[in-house]
């Protein structure tokens, strides 16, 4: 492995993660062995402390039975019995002078505990020590305790299972924790490359839709862990990423045909007047031409700002108390006079007061909207309603219902995308924002806007504002 994998694959997020899992079992591991040993080692020492009272306890009975030679002899002879290099007996005075013992040419290199005499003296019934002998293989464990009022019995015994389970105890140890570190580090390894195959799946995607396929997703396994809700998260990132791509696409297509329109009649008009103009008159024409093409071409871009502005929340939309059916009653007035022109029938159901918090001048602009494009594709002897009401969510209900051309099942779901006209509307003058700019408001508002339509028979425009407008 060169040098430059090896440290892309040290700094890796599996490798780390392998070392947590190994180096967390391993501990674990070693601090349960700790316990067992201590928990052992306690239960040994607790045998050998127990039998070594027991031997002082037999002693002191046969010392008030006998007398003090009988238990020298019974010393001699438990110590010969047993092995000299397991147990030895000294019977000391008060001054710790030994004054008999059992053999004790093994253990000549034990002395008589100063500390321990005067800690039985103090009042101590007995008195434990251990200790280690050089050039001895095992620890003895050495009790102190009265034998009469003026002799204390010294009773040493080798601990021979405490060494053995030991060196038991430190071969399994070794082999078990090898064994061990190598199974952490597999299953370590095999979880670590698990965990972060959905991680890897989701970079994986990402470089390639660096490379350009934004219809590439990353697979979700449906195991509902947080890979399967990053991979879900990031999968809904893309396809809004993709939508907004398609329609900035579709919205740079839209806008060069809008823009083409106008700036070709105004350089037309330019050049024939320029090529055949002869007097002022014709010349003026050709100025409010051109200004009426680009009073068209300003209303589309600030349209288009206003509706940007609005969506991503950057336009700040002022808040106050509306009376919306007064602003309703009011745009029916204004459209009033267009609808008699066409012979269109507008009636207004609203009640006298209907109050919601909003910016009244972007509610206004919605409503117009929408009443412009009831009363526009409306045939003449149609008719176009308007109603106001509230539901029991403490939303205000405004619905637009017209008996116009309709909208086609296709076209009925883009109705709302800027700059997309049907059929049927384009053969009236318009540039397709009125009604992304009415959704846009809506949704400011914390509302929407929805259509159902049928062609040939009208459409219905329902919109939801809630009373207190999200802010």
């Known amino acids: 492995m060169s040098l430059r994998k090896w440290i892309n694959f040290r700094n890796s997020l599996a490798f780390r993660l392998t070392l947590w899992y190994a180096g967390v ?10 316990l067992f040993y201590i928990l052992i080692t306690s239960f040994i020492q607790g045998r050998t402390d127990e039998e070594l009272l027991n031997q002082a306890n037999r002693f002191s009975a046969l010392f008030i039975a006998e007398g003090v030679e009988a238990v020298k002899n019974d010393a001699v002879i438990e110590a ?105 580090t597999g299953v370590g390894w095999f979880m670590a490359r698990r ?9 994986r995607t990402a470089r390639n839709i660096t490379g350009g396929t934004l219809e590439e997703r990353v697979p979700v396994k449906e195991r509902g ?9 990031f999968n809904q990132m893309l396809d809004r990423i993709q939508t907004l791509v398609i329609e900035i696409k579709e919205m740079s297509d839209n806008i060069a045909h809008d823009l083409k329109g106008p700036i070709t009649r105004i350089r037309g008009i330019a050049e024939l007047t320029l090529t055949n103009g002869k007097s002022m008159n014709e ?10 093409e680009c009073d068209r071409l300003l209303d589309m871009i600030n349209t288009m700002l206003l509706i940007s502005k609005t ?3 950057a336009g700040k939309l002022s808040r106050e108390q509306i009376n919306l059916a007064g602003l309703l009653r009011r745009a029916c007035e204004l459209f009033e ?60 209900v405004i619905i637009v219902r017209d008996t116009g051309v309709g909208i086609s099942p296709v076209d009925l779901p883009r109705v709302f995308e800027r700059f997309y006209r049907c059929d049927q509307s ?21 509302g929407d806007i929805t259509a159902t339509s049928t062609p040939n028979q009208g459409s219905t425009f329902t919109v939801m504002l809630p009373k207190s407008a999200k802010k």
């Not at 105890?169 to 078990?176: D, E, L, M, S, V």
């Not at 965990?195 to 970079?203: D, F, I, K, R």
Request: glycine share 6%; net charge negative; hydrophobic share 45%.
């Open 25 to 34: 079992f391993t501990i674990s591991s070693f601090v349960a062995f700790l």
């Open 80 to 184: 010969q019995a047993a092995g000299i290099k397991k147990v030895f007996f000294r019977f000391l005075s008060m001054n710790g002078q030994v004054f008999s013992s059992s053999n004790i040419s093994y253990w000549k290199d034990i002395h008589i505990n100063e500390t321990a005499i005067k800690k039985l003296l103090q009042g101590s019934s007995h008195v434990f020590e251990t200790i280690t002998i050089p050039d001895h293989k095992d620890k003895v464990r050495i009790l102190y305790a009265f034998l009469s009022p003026r002799i204390i019995l010294q009773v040493g015994q080798a601990m021979e299972s405490y060494s053995r389970f030991l060196d038991a105890f430190k071969g399994i140890f070794i082999t078990t924790m090898t064994f061990l570190i190598v199974i952490a």
């Open 195 to 203: 965990a972060v195959s959905g991680v890897e799946a989701v970079t």
């Open 225 to 233: 862990d947080e890979i399967d809700q990053l991979a879900m998260t």
């Open 283 to 292: 010349y003026e024409n050709m100025a409010a031409s051109t200004i009426e």
């Open 311 to 313: 969506e991503s929340g």
């Open 337 to 396: 006079p267009t609808a008699e022109d066409k012979r269109v029938t507008l009636s207004c159901d609203v009640p006298n007061e209907c109050h919601l918090m909003g910016d009244n001048r972007m509610i206004q602009r919605m409503l117009s909207n929408l009443l412009d494009n009831a009363v526009k594709y409306t045939p003449s002897g149609g008719a176009v309603k308007i109603s106001l009401s509230e539901n029991d969510e403490k939303e205000v």
């Open 426 to 446: 384009r053969s009236e003058p318009g540039i397709g924002l009125g009604l992304s700019l009415a959704r846009a408001i809506a949704r400011a508002h914390g």
